[in-house]
């Protein structure tokens, strides 16, 4: 449960290193009670519009070896093998980060940068499907304290956040994971004295001093806000480093519960659409207290595009959020749309 919002912890925040603004801030009410789903799309201009569902296997594989405790570096290397197995087709996405930057689109590095590093944004963001959650808590810029937390967890994939850490906690996490993964130069980034994010140089940018910015937390930002998309000024900052800590030195042994989870969640979640991945980010992280606001015009966008398109991954992604994560009975696609972005 968060704890309420006071001005003596904005004061903390502030001097934490990752503010937020009014809109931002976890809310201090009560856990929400199970939602009514009501109708999702009343207007029958709209409904009219709805292209067939697709034809899905009724038990989606999930290409997942099975777990078992293994050294750091032997779990980066099957980190990046499941990325890259379970990704969707992202030439449109690419093609629209090198125009915006000046980068070859054909260049194969960076289509495998681009990939692995989506996928990891999308997995460690506030209430991304590694399923960490934003507080404050004072804490140095290391992911050390979140791999802890993984490690003594008992139950990471339902209930409580697996982890929760500050957002400059988060962004090492994302950086030492890209790193991990062969991504490089990404690091941490400061838009504002009291903020963290995570800034990537990609290698081959025509304009010197390229920077792409993945805001790990909405602290600052609004909805919509995401990879190579956030209000704030990519200079704000000298230089960006490579994040070089060795939080898990490579020898260290992951635990098997660790390794599931983790290599799990890649599997169901990466082959999923941005869509499904924002509008079941926004409900986690809003039942979670997390730094994302209500957000519901955003959430209703969200789930009448997907009535419209969406993949077999975005469903098989959807029931097992409904079933595992929420813990409901198994229902039909709409009806879980409509729970997770109720009208009003």
Sequence with gaps: MARPVTPSVLALLALAGCAATPAALPSSAPAPSPIDPGPLVQNR???????????????????????????????????????????????????????????????????????????????????????????????????????????????????????????????????????????????????????????????????KGTRVLLPTTQVFLGCDDGFDAADFDPKAQKHVWAYTPKDVALHAMVPQRTVAFLLGQVDRWVPASTDLLALVRLDRARRLHSSVAPCKHERAVLAGRLVRNRTCADEAALAHYWTEELGEAPAPFEEALRALAPPG
């Design 45 to 207: 201009a709209v409904v009219a519009e709805i292209t067939p569902p697709p034809t899905c296997p009724l038990d989606p594989p999930v290409a997942s070896d099975p777990a078992k405790p293994m050294r750091f570096d032997a779990f980066a290397a099957a980190l990046a093998e499941h990325i890259d197995r379970a990704s969707p087709p992202l030439a449109a996405e690419l093609a629209a980060l090198a125009a915006r930057h000046g980068l070859d689109a054909t260049d194969a590095n960076l289509a495998r940068d681009h990939r692995r590093l989506r996928a990891l944004f999308e997995a460690t963001r506030d209430g991304g499907f590694f399923r960490l959650r934003w507080a404050i808590t004072n804490q140095e810029p290391s992911s050390q304290r979140i791999w802890a937390e993984w490690a003594k967890s008992a139950a990471l994939g339902a209930g409580p956040a697996s982890a929760t850490a500050e957002c400059d906690e988060i962004s090492a996490l994302t950086s030492f994971l890209a790193g991990s993964v062969g991504v490089k130069p990404v690091g941490l980034f400061y838009p504002t004295w009291n903020h963290t994010i995570v800034a990537w140089q990609p290698p081959g940018a025509t304009v």
